[in-house]
Structures are given as C-alpha cells and as structure tokens.
C-alpha cells in the first residue's frame, strides 16, 4: 500500500475530500496523509508554495506530482532528482479556453466601446466576421491546442507557433515572424523558460500588424512590460490584456493598472480544479504502481 504525501498544505483544504475520492475511483488502496517520516513516503502530491523544499531525504519516493501548470519554480531545486509531474487538468484547461475565447471575441466585437461608452455616441460600426479576424497562438501544448481548437470552431483563422516542430504549427525563429505578422489577436500560453522570458520585445511586437491586440493568460514575463507600454502608447499595440505578471499581484503602482489600452485579471484565465485535478493525480499513482509511464513528465532540460 503506498504512502501519499500531501505537501501542500495551504491547498489541503480542497483536496481533503477530492483526493481520497478520485484514488477510491482509481482503485488505489493508499495511505494519504499530510505528515511522514520521509523514507516511507512514496508519492508527494505537491506545489511550490509548500515549505517542503529539500528532497533529500525522499529515497523510497517514486515520483512529484506538482499540482500546478507551472513548474519553473521547481525545476532549479538541485535536491529534486525523483520524477516530476506538471499538472494537465481538464477543469484548468476549460477555464482557459473560455478566458481566451472571451476575450478574444471581446476584442473582435469591439464590445468596450458599447459597454464603456460614457458619451452616449451613436456608433453603428458592424466587426468583421471572425473568419476576416487572425489569431495566433504562441504555445501549442495542450492549452494553446485547446484554445486554437474553440477559436477555429468560431470561424477565426488561427495560426499556431511552437517552439520545436509539431503538426501544422509554424516554429523556429522564421515561423515566430511569420506568425507574428498577421496576427490581429495575439494570445501568449508559453511556459516560462529562459528561452522564453521576454520573447515579445520591442522588435517583436513591432512584427504585429497595427492595432494588434494581446492576451496574456500564459506568464508574466513573455512580455517586455517596458516594450509592451511603449508600444501601448504609440497605437502600435492597440490593447493587451493580461492575466499574468512579473510580480502577484500586481503593484498597485504598476502602470499597467492605470494605463487605458490595458486591461487588468488577476491571474483568473485558468484554475486547477480539485476534483479534476485529483483524477490526474490518481492516474498518475495507478501508473507508478503498475510500471506505467508518468504522465505529463517534466522535461528538465526544457523547463516543463
């Protein structure tokens, strides 16, 4: 019977229920617990927010089962040598789909103009159809693949980029420009990678044809906030949305806050659902205790 380390406490909460349940559904007879002498742990059902941070001691321990999409704020720790899971939950994924498509289809329509319109002005300008509207899509991981997925369905011309080469994606640094140039709506769910942070600077968000809009639900410093703000304030950039920041939450001095092409969420566009989330958690034990392979494995020369 292996032991499950639940090392999150902040999240336990949550999980008290939906765990036991999801691993009953599994078949996984199990010890759940969220204190143990290391050497009898198996699993650690984790996030980076917990205090544990030295795994050192977690010999017998088969695998760490990360609770949370990201993971580059555990892939530096050099005491972590057992295999990594990052989380790939359904209940997250629906929630992004739905920000983005939201807020892409708030940003084709135009819907600021009628709902913020203090003037009261008489503006009977009909949007394009959305089959006359580009989207791209930088990250085409279960997410970005979800979202271009929702977005074709509604008739919008997306163009997919990655970073290595998949299937009817652009990728490579030609392929960036080339996606980046006819991208009327630009959505960002790249992972943080040092290859990655600040991959739209200025000379790349000067790529984006005039107007461009930018949705970020992906991480915070994709973006050159320095660049991002300038090219705001020249009307290259004509607006960006932002569900994700540098620093959480968001400084209340931040421009960001303040400046008027700019809309703020804090960090909303996709949650790690409990329920959910503990499916994938007990599959991923059911697989370590048959021999199976993990699934969603880190690649820690990637960073995810």
């Not at 927010?49 to 977690?58: A, G, I, K, V």
């Not at 983005?100 to 329509?109: I, S």
């Not at 990655?162 to 990728?171: D, I, V």
Request: glycine letters at 8%; hydrophobic letters at 40%.
């Amino acid at each position: 019977m292996p032991t499950i380390l639940f090392a999150a406490p902040s999240l336990w909460p949550e999980y008290r229920d939906a765990l036991p349940a999801a691993l009953a559904e599994a078949g996984i007879d199990a010890t759940l617990v969220t204190e143990a002498a290391p050497e009898m742990v198996d699993y650690i059902v984790y996030a980076p927010s917990s205090p544990l941070q030295d795994f050192t001691p977690y010999t017998r321990t088969k695998a760490v089962l990360n609770l949370w999409a990201g993971v580059e704020r555990i892939t530096g720790n050099p005491t972590l040598t057992q295999p990594l899971t990052r989380m790939v939950d359904p209940g997250l994924t629906e929630g992004m789909v739905e920000w983005v498509t939201g807020h892409t289809l708030r940003h084709h329509l135009g819907m600021d103009r009628h709902i913020v319109n203090p003037g009261h002005v008489w503006d009977p300008t009909c949007p394009p159809l959305a089959r006359e509207r580009p989207v791209t899509i930088l990250g085409m991981g279960a997410l970005g693949s979800a979202c271009a997925t929702a977005l074709r369905a509604l008739n919008f011309p997306v163009t997919g980029w990655s970073r290595t080469a998949k299937p009817g994606c652009l990728h490579g640094q030609d392929g960036l420009a080339q996606a980046l140039a006819t991208a009327q709506i630009l959505v960002t769910l790249l992972p943080k990678t040092p290859e990655t942070e600040n991959l739209m600077n200025a000379d790349r968000l000067a790529l984006l044809p005039q107007g461009a809009v930018i949705l970020n639900p992906g991480r915070g410093p994709l973006i050159d906030d320095n660049a991002l703000l300038a090219a705001l304030d020249a009307g290259h950039i004509g607006h960006a949305t932002l569900d994700v920041f540098r620093v959480e939450p968001l400084p209340q001095g931040h421009p960001f806050w303040t400046h008027p092409r700019v809309t703020v969420t804090p960090h909303i566009a996709a949650d790690t659902r409990a329920i959910t989330a503990s499916r994938v958690i007990a599959e991923n034990i059911r697989r370590g205790e048959a021999g199976e392979p993990f699934l969603h494995l880190v690649d820690r020369a990637r960073g995810y």
